[in-house]
Each structure stands twice: as C-alpha cells, then as structure tokens.
C-alpha cells in the first residue's frame, strides 16, 4: 500500500482539490494523493500550490504545473479539457478553500461535464462553513451570497433583496470595505439582527467578532483591519406587526426626518424591513 503523498494510480478524469484557508496541516491525506499522483496540475495561484506541495514533501517534477483563473480561463480551458480527452488525470486547486466557491472553476468544471469527463471532489478546507461553524448563528439553512458588489447603488440593491431572506446570510468582504459594509448592513437589514465578522480563520491572528450588526460597526468604525474576512448574518426574524402600527409609526416620523431616515429608524424599532417600510413611506409622502 502507498504511503500518503506518493504516486499512485490515479483514475482519469477533473479532480477539484480542496486546499488549506490558512493551516498548512488542514489539507486531507486524500488530497495530498491526488496531488502526488495527477498527470496535470492545475491551480488559481501556481506559487501558492506550489509552496503547499513543498511544504507537504511532494514535488511537481515534470508534470506540467499551470495557472488556470479569471483572466486567462478562456485560453487555459481548451487545453486542460484536451488532456482529460487523452485519457489524463487533472488536479485543479484554489488558491485557498473548496473549488468553485468564490473560485474560477465553475467554467472549468461545466466544460469537463460537457464532454462527458469523470469530474471529482476532493472536500475539504471552506472559509464559508468554517466561519458558520464559529459563529454561534443558525446552521441549518444558510445563504452564501459572496462578494457585495462594489459600486454604492448596486450594492445597496444587493443587500436590500438579501434582507428577508429567511436563512443564515454568508457574505465575503475586503478588509479595506469592511467597516462600510457594516454601516450599510445596519441601515438596510436592522442593526439589531445577530451578526459576526470572521478575519484570519486557521490563521495566527483569527478574530471571530459577535454581537449585533450594529455594535460591530460601531467596533470596526475605527479599526484598521487586515486578511480574509467572512461576514456571517443572522436570518431575518419574522415581526408580527400590524400594517396600521406601522402607518402611524411611519406618519410619525415623517414629521421631523426624511423618508428614508423615517424608514430607517421605524424599520429598525420594529424589526422590519426597511426596504417594505420604505415603500410604505413613499406611498404615505405621495398621498400627502
């Protein structure tokens, strides 16, 4: 029987490899076979792969090592699909966590599926179920959305229809967005709804924070933060709360604040969402 990491058979078809989000030592025994055995290997970041493959003992020697990722997936697509036609054995890995999440090899794989190649997982390390783990909110139904897009107005949509979603909401951000992402969660799905913001998960500096969406940006206001981070959202909770409360609450506030401030801080006492009391707002202002 081989020992772990030495060359082995290794049946044809696309093999996608789970890689460490941090630890070295989180990657499975079975990866590190298919990455000793495969004829091609493939990777989102070549140096990085190749560092784990150094780290771990198993050298690339003469295998063909190449960088398959958003920008050059067009021309690196046909050739890696023309050595699964040839009957070879392909290794494709993430720079970091589980294929295909956040991960240019969806296309990869829909290609391989296409032309009728064997396509395996090999599981492993994932950012999203690692942050759900530690963050103390419901497991048993959760939306992993990605990345918010960055430009204001798309973004503000983005997060308005992600409000009444009724499942734990996964979201990945940059640490250089964090703290207006925060802000804008408060103001869209409730600053009292349950969140935590996961940063450096494996690594030596993990930080996994809790508490409302509200105290974390209150926290991260003024915090100048580095590495990956994950964003885990309570669902939302539904409010048994009678159309007319909410008009007068609305009536209310539209006496001293703007629609959208009203709708904020209704919204917000409430438990609602703010983008159903907003319209609600709106079609109080038309009406006088």
């Known amino acids: 029987m081989a020992k772990t990491g030495e060359k082995q058979a290794l049946a044809p078809g696309l093999y996608f490899v789970a890689t460490p989000i941090g630890a070295a030592r989180d990657i499975t025994l079975r990866a590190l076979d298919i990455l000793a055995s495969a004829d091609v290997l493939a990777a989102e970041d070549t140096r990085t792969l190749r560092h784990l493959m150094e780290i771990h003992g198993i050298a690339p020697g003469d295998r063909p090592l190449l960088a398959y990722h958003d920008h050059n997936g067009e021309k690196m697509r046909p050739r890696l699909i023309a050595a699964l036609a040839a009957g070879k054995s392909v290794a494709y890995a993430s720079e970091a966590g589980t294929p295909l999440v956040a991960d240019p090899g969806y296309q990869l794989a829909r290609a391989a599926i296409a032309e009728g190649v064997a396509v395996i997982a090999a599981p492993g390390p994932s950012a999203v179920l690692a942050a759900l783990t530690v963050s103390g909110l419901p497991s048993d139904r959760f939306l992993f959305a990605g990345f918010p897009p960055p430009a ?135 009406g006088g």
């Open 152 to 286: 204001a107005g798309a973004r503000r949509q983005w997060l308005a229809e992600l409000a009444g979603v009724p499942a734990t909401l996964i979201l990945y951000e940059s640490p250089k967005r964090i703290q207006g992402l925060l802000a804008e969660l408060s103001d869209t799905l409730g600053g009292e709804r349950q969140a935590a913001v996961c940063r450096e998960l494996t690594k030596r500096f993990e930080e996994v924070a809790r508490g409302t969406i509200a105290e974390l940006a209150r926290d991260f206001a003024a915090r100048t933060v580095k590495g990956e981070i994950v964003v885990v959202i309570d669902r939302a909770r539904a409010a048994v709360v009678q159309p007319a409360e909410v008009e007068a609450r609305l009536k209310e506030a539209l006496e001293c604040h703007s629609i959208r401030d009203a709708a904020t801080e209704v919204s917000q006492a409430l438990g609602l969402s703010r983008r159903q009391v907003y319209q609600m707002a709106l079609r109080l202002a038309a």
